[in-house]
Protein backbone atom coordinates (compact mmCIF):
# COMPACT_ATOMS: atom_id res chain seq x y z
CA UNK A 1 0.00 0.00 0.00
CA UNK A 2 1.40 3.26 -0.97
CA UNK A 3 0.30 6.58 0.94
CA UNK A 4 0.46 10.35 -0.85
CA UNK A 5 0.45 13.57 1.13
CA UNK A 6 -1.89 16.02 -0.84
CA UNK A 7 0.15 19.19 -1.76
CA UNK A 8 -2.77 21.34 -1.56
CA UNK A 9 -3.04 20.36 2.23
CA UNK A 10 0.20 20.66 3.28
CA UNK A 11 1.33 24.51 4.53
CA UNK A 12 5.13 25.22 4.28
CA UNK A 13 6.68 26.05 7.08
CA UNK A 14 8.95 29.09 7.01
CA UNK A 15 10.83 29.29 10.05
CA UNK A 16 13.03 26.60 11.29
CA UNK A 17 11.99 25.35 14.06
CA UNK A 18 15.06 23.18 15.32
CA UNK A 19 17.28 26.65 15.96
CA UNK A 20 17.16 28.34 19.05
CA UNK A 21 15.21 31.77 19.04
CA UNK A 22 17.45 33.40 21.11
CA UNK A 23 16.14 36.89 21.27
CA UNK A 24 14.34 35.74 24.63
CA UNK A 25 14.54 32.23 25.95
CA UNK A 26 12.86 31.55 29.18
CA UNK A 27 15.49 28.76 31.08
CA UNK A 28 13.82 28.63 35.01
CA UNK A 29 10.33 30.50 36.06
CA UNK A 30 8.05 30.64 32.96
CA UNK A 31 5.37 28.70 35.07
CA UNK A 32 5.52 31.09 37.58
CA UNK A 33 5.71 34.67 35.35
CA UNK A 34 2.89 36.22 34.29
CA UNK A 35 1.86 36.98 30.75
CA UNK A 36 0.16 39.96 30.41
CA UNK A 37 -1.26 41.34 27.11
CA UNK A 38 -0.58 44.79 27.01
CA UNK A 39 -1.66 47.91 24.35
CA UNK A 40 0.92 49.42 22.50
CA UNK A 41 1.53 53.19 22.73
CA UNK A 42 0.88 55.22 19.22
CA UNK A 43 3.54 54.17 16.94
CA UNK A 44 5.23 51.63 19.02
CA UNK A 45 6.89 48.91 17.83
CA UNK A 46 8.49 46.14 19.76
CA UNK A 47 10.67 42.77 18.76
CA UNK A 48 9.80 39.79 20.29
CA UNK A 49 13.28 40.19 23.14
CA UNK A 50 13.09 44.02 24.01
CA UNK A 51 12.04 46.03 26.78
CA UNK A 52 9.34 48.59 26.92
CA UNK A 53 8.31 50.70 29.94
CA UNK A 54 4.18 51.53 30.61
CA UNK A 55 3.47 55.42 29.55
CA UNK A 56 1.20 57.45 31.93
CA UNK A 57 -1.90 55.49 30.09
CA UNK A 58 -0.47 51.96 30.73
CA UNK A 59 0.41 51.27 27.67
CA UNK A 60 3.72 49.50 26.64
CA UNK A 61 6.39 52.61 25.35
CA UNK A 62 9.77 52.98 24.42
CA UNK A 63 11.91 53.53 27.32
CA UNK A 64 13.54 57.26 27.46
CA UNK A 65 17.20 57.97 28.04
CA UNK A 66 17.37 57.27 31.82
CA UNK A 67 17.90 53.98 33.27
CA UNK A 68 15.25 52.40 34.09
CA UNK A 69 14.12 49.35 36.38
CA UNK A 70 10.28 49.84 35.62
CA UNK A 71 10.69 47.85 32.47
CA UNK A 72 9.09 44.91 31.38
CA UNK A 73 10.34 42.19 28.22
CA UNK A 74 7.90 41.81 25.59
CA UNK A 75 7.71 38.08 24.74
CA UNK A 76 5.35 38.23 21.59
CA UNK A 77 6.48 41.17 19.45
CA UNK A 78 4.83 43.01 16.55
CA UNK A 79 5.70 41.31 13.91
CA UNK A 80 3.02 38.36 14.86
CA UNK A 81 -0.04 38.19 13.28
CA UNK A 82 -2.11 37.77 17.12
CA UNK A 83 -0.84 41.04 17.52
CA UNK A 84 -1.60 43.14 14.82
CA UNK A 85 -5.09 42.08 15.19
CA UNK A 86 -5.52 42.69 18.94
CA UNK A 87 -2.78 45.89 19.17
CA UNK A 88 -1.11 44.53 22.49
CA UNK A 89 1.78 42.67 22.87
CA UNK A 90 2.60 39.89 25.32
CA UNK A 91 5.17 41.24 28.35
CA UNK A 92 6.33 39.02 30.96
CA UNK A 93 5.75 39.73 34.29
CA UNK A 94 7.57 38.23 37.51
CA UNK A 95 11.29 36.58 38.62
CA UNK A 96 12.39 34.59 35.90
CA UNK A 97 16.18 32.92 34.12
CA UNK A 98 16.45 33.78 30.78
CA UNK A 99 18.95 33.84 27.81
CA UNK A 100 18.77 36.75 25.34
CA UNK A 101 20.70 38.13 22.17
CA UNK A 102 19.14 41.30 22.36
CA UNK A 103 21.79 42.92 25.24
CA UNK A 104 24.17 46.23 24.33
CA UNK A 105 27.64 44.54 23.16
CA UNK A 106 29.33 47.65 23.89
CA UNK A 107 30.56 46.46 27.63
CA UNK A 108 32.03 44.13 28.90
CA UNK A 109 30.37 41.87 31.19
CA UNK A 110 30.93 39.96 34.11
CA UNK A 111 28.73 37.82 36.54
CA UNK A 112 26.85 39.80 38.93
CA UNK A 113 26.93 42.55 36.49
CA UNK A 114 23.87 44.30 37.31
CA UNK A 115 21.27 45.03 33.73
CA UNK A 116 19.39 47.96 32.77
CA UNK A 117 17.30 49.33 30.03
CA UNK A 118 17.24 52.95 28.39
CA UNK A 119 17.16 54.17 24.83
CA UNK A 120 20.75 53.60 23.75
CA UNK A 121 19.56 55.95 20.63
CA UNK A 122 20.14 52.68 18.13
CA UNK A 123 16.79 51.96 17.66
CA UNK A 124 16.13 48.96 20.09
CA UNK A 125 15.02 49.14 23.55
CA UNK A 126 17.33 46.61 24.52
CA UNK A 127 19.56 45.33 28.15
CA UNK A 128 22.73 47.07 28.99
CA UNK A 129 25.33 47.54 31.83
CA UNK A 130 24.04 49.12 34.78
CA UNK A 131 26.33 51.98 36.15
CA UNK A 132 27.07 52.23 39.54
CA UNK A 133 23.42 53.39 42.05
CA UNK A 134 21.22 52.71 38.49
CA UNK A 135 18.07 51.28 38.77
CA UNK A 136 18.20 47.69 36.97
CA UNK A 137 16.20 45.26 35.89
CA UNK A 138 18.60 42.63 36.86
CA UNK A 139 22.05 40.79 36.67
CA UNK A 140 24.48 38.63 34.32
CA UNK A 141 24.41 34.99 35.21
CA UNK A 142 26.74 33.56 32.29
CA UNK A 143 28.40 35.37 29.64
CA UNK A 144 27.63 33.43 26.68
CA UNK A 145 29.06 34.17 22.86
CA UNK A 146 26.71 36.32 21.38
CA UNK A 147 24.01 35.76 24.12
CA UNK A 148 23.43 36.47 28.06
CA UNK A 149 21.55 35.10 30.72
CA UNK A 150 19.99 36.63 33.04
CA UNK A 151 18.12 36.81 36.09
CA UNK A 152 15.48 39.48 36.01
CA UNK A 153 15.15 41.10 39.44
CA UNK A 154 12.20 44.05 38.92
CA UNK A 155 13.61 46.97 40.99
CA UNK A 156 17.34 46.25 41.11
CA UNK A 157 19.84 48.74 41.99
CA UNK A 158 23.24 48.73 40.61
CA UNK A 159 26.10 49.23 44.06
Known amino acids: MVMAINEARTAPITEDLTTEDLSISVIRGLESVFRKDIELAAGATFAKGEWGVLDTEGKLARPGASATADAFVVFNGTDRFDVKATGKVTILMGSFVAKTSKYDAGPSYAVNDYLTVR ?25 GNGYLVFEYIPAAVAP
Open 119 to 143: NLGGGEAILTKAASGEPGVGRVLEV
